[in-house]
């Protein structure tokens, strides 16, 4: 697992063993989804929530974002993202924290440029944390959210409008926009 463009180009980072806790996200995914939203991401203010190894909250610090929240639950993945963090040299735009994504998200203002949400799948999060989230984001502000196929996600969640969904073999990426002026 690397970083694929920007200033951390290259860089190889860490993820934890098998997918109990995290599950990197493939290249070519990585690739697409952040070849999607590439005028966005410089001066952005992203929440990576269920970070992992924070691959893709460091992907958009790496391409130009001014910063980046990573909250995962789990300590273990927290330490990856620490010091996949300070190999990509990411780390003073980065702010590390650990909750579970909806107790996170009633204590936290925003707003958000960019929300990058890559949850456990087969638990049906998302919807939850769709609506939990649709006061976070802002107007123009982008949610993109990976899943397994055939997950079963709102077209709506408040503000938030599904206006596309990518598929790659197993794996969907949903993007919303938040409604309103940008």
Known sequence: ???????????????LPGEDVTRPTIDRVKEAMFSSIQFLVPGARVLDLFAGSGQLGIEALSRGARSCIFVDQAPAALAVVAANCKAAGVERQSDIRQSEALA???NIRGPFDLVLLDPPYHRDILPGVLTALQDKVAPGGVVLAESECGAQLPEQAGALVRTKQYHYGKIMVSRYEREGEA
Do not use: W
């Open 1 to 15: 697992m690397r970083v694929i463009a920007g200033s951390a180009r290259g860089k190889n980072l860490q993820a």
């Open 104 to 106: 996170f998200l009633a």
